[in-house]
């Protein structure tokens, strides 16, 4: 039982002896149903703020990583920052009593991912890029960048009295079938993308776009589009990537953006299971145009079985109610903590 685990392993074990409770025996029922929960179905776990979403992630993870029998396929737990990664790498080692994560699975920011097992490796099958040595690898470029060499990627015409686009300074997006500019300089961008275009515009930073492409460049965001259109184009890639990683958390998932949602959608249509979980309402990368939206509406659409954490153990009632009333929220948080001042 846990009083007995934690009155004789536990009393010397760092996982536990550093908590008044046993770290099993601390989690909701909630918390454990997720755990417990099957990596065969696709799962959105709709948490609400401070529910001890990182903790319940890690513990997940750990415990299926302990059981795993499907080497060299492994378990990959994507979030949208280096700080968040290394929180819930730091919660799966404890749990699983490891030092460190690594082969077969994978702990790290979705950008990460994409790059390590889709763009490095396989982007040249679609940008057409001969490589060096036999490196076929991206070199990523900032959209801020002003670096010499970009100058011979810049576009034959000026656009919008603004000057000549390089080609880090826009991207295609997938969703729409426009051009957007972003680049360091918003006043640009602005003129820029209130210009309604032209063919001959468009095949002009169609062009400049592709040449920037087959000579191994790449902005953040154009991997994604790559990578996209890589999954859907080579469905035995897809098919293979999946069997590499049948199984995703995609933690923080209301930061999803539509493009990466289509990307994950193609590894979940060649049967990798998906778990999504967040919070709809804590989307915060307004500038990657994320859409909670959209997210509910793919889980939905989707079929994806639903669990909850209810249990606020950050904040007392008055705050939650606010939040809640704030939000909209259906799904009320009920907060651990007592209420200390009126």
Not at 24 to 33: F, G, K
């Amino acid at each position: 039982s846990p009083s007995e685990c934690r009155a004789t392993i536990g009393a010397k074990n760092p996982l536990c002896n550093e908590y008044e409770l046993c770290r099993i025996a601390r989690n909701s029922c909630e918390q454990l149903d997720y755990v417990l929960s099957s990596i065969g179905d696709c799962m959105f776990l709709k948490a609400c703020p401070g529910s001890g979403k990182t903790e319940v992630v890690g513990l997940k993870a750990a415990y299926e990583m302990s059981k795993w029998a499907k080497s060299p396929g492994g378990i990959a737990v994507l979030t949208f920052t280096n700080n968040a990664a290394e929180v819930i790498e730091k919660r799966v080692s404890q749990f699983g009593g490891v030092a460190k994560i690594g082969f077969p699975h994978f702990i790290g920011t979705i950008d990460s991912w994409l790059h390590r097992y889709i763009a490095h490796p396989f982007a040249h099958i679609i940008t057409k890029y001969n490589g060096k040595s036999g490196d076929h690898s991206i070199r990523v470029v900032n959209n801020q960048s002003k670096a010499d060499f970009l100058k011979v990627f810049k576009t034959k015409y000026s656009l919008a009295q603004t000057g000549n686009p390089a080609a880090n300074e826009y991207y295609f997006d997938v969703e729409s079938g426009n051009y957007i500019f972003a680049s360091a300089n918003k006043n640009i961008d602005s003129r820029r993308n209130q210009q309604n275009l032209e063919d001959w515009q468009v095949f002009d930073l169609e062009r400049t776009k592709t040449r920037f492409k087959t000579s191994g460049f790449a902005t953040y965001q154009d991997i994604e589009h790559i990578c996209l259109e890589l999954l859907s184009e080579k469905s035995e890639i897809t098919r293979l990537l999946s069997l590499r990683f049948p199984f995703i958390i995609i933690d923080e998932c209301q930061d999803l953006s539509w493009i990466q949602m289509q990307i994950l959608d193609k590894m979940q249509s060649q049967g990798a299971a998906l778990h999504f979980v967040g919070d709809l309402n804590q989307a915060i990368y307004e500038f990657k145009k994320v859409a909670p939206d959209k997210v509910e509406d793919y889980t939905r659409d989707h079929e994806f079985k639903i669990l909850h954490l209810s249990n606020n153990y950050r904040n007392c009632q008055p705050i939650a109610n606010l939040c809640d009333d704030l939000v909209g929220n259906t799904n009320k948080a009920v907060p651990i903590n007592p209420s200390e001042l009126d």
